[in-house]
């Protein structure tokens, strides 16, 4: 399915039947197509690059297509690899954390850090936390074939 380039949101760099590769969902997937382009937000005289996931109903483009910039994609991939080295060890813990001290990580950013916890605010967190890891383990083959290519990538690129 092709991605609409008549949207606010203008395509570059497209990754077209998404749908095929999209993890656990794939072959069954809403997600039809990832797209870098020019962000929809953009105002007259700035131009952003945005990330955006296009999700489609199977009769008309989603609203719930999700566009990010692309310093939040990375934060995102940062949150979820520091996430993953938590769960690598958390089976440690009584309830896969330290209740006494939540926090996984600061990692630094533009001269303050991103802290990265466990949600203590959430009433259900023992039970969530423990399906949580089990939805990691459950995909963790998918995952661990993303992380490995990016790797991979980011090392031909000098990083």
Wanted: hydrophobic content about 35%.
């Amino acid at each position: 399915m092709k991605i609409p380039t008549n949207l606010k949101h203008k395509p570059v760099i497209v990754s077209e039947d998404y749908e095929k590769v999209d993890g656990r969902f794939s072959q069954d997937s809403d997600a039809k197509g990832l797209s870098l382009g020019l962000a929809q937000w953009n105002d007259r005289g700035r131009v952003d690059i945005s990330a955006k996931v296009w999700r489609h109903t199977g009769g008309k483009w989603s609203r719930q297509s999700e566009e990010l910039p692309l310093h939040r994609v990375l934060d995102l991939t940062i949150l979820i690899s520091r996430t993953l080295q938590h769960f690598r060890e958390a089976y440690r813990y009584d309830n896969l954390y330290d209740p006494e001290q939540p926090a996984i990580d600061r990692v630094g950013l533009q001269g303050d850090a991103m802290n990265v916890a466990v949600c203590t605010e959430n009433e259900q967190i023992l039970s969530d936390i423990q399906l949580f890891n089990q939805a990691l383990s459950e995909d963790g083959e998918i995952i661990a074939e993303r992380l490995r290519i990016l790797s991979g990538i980011l090392r031909e690129m000098g990083y």
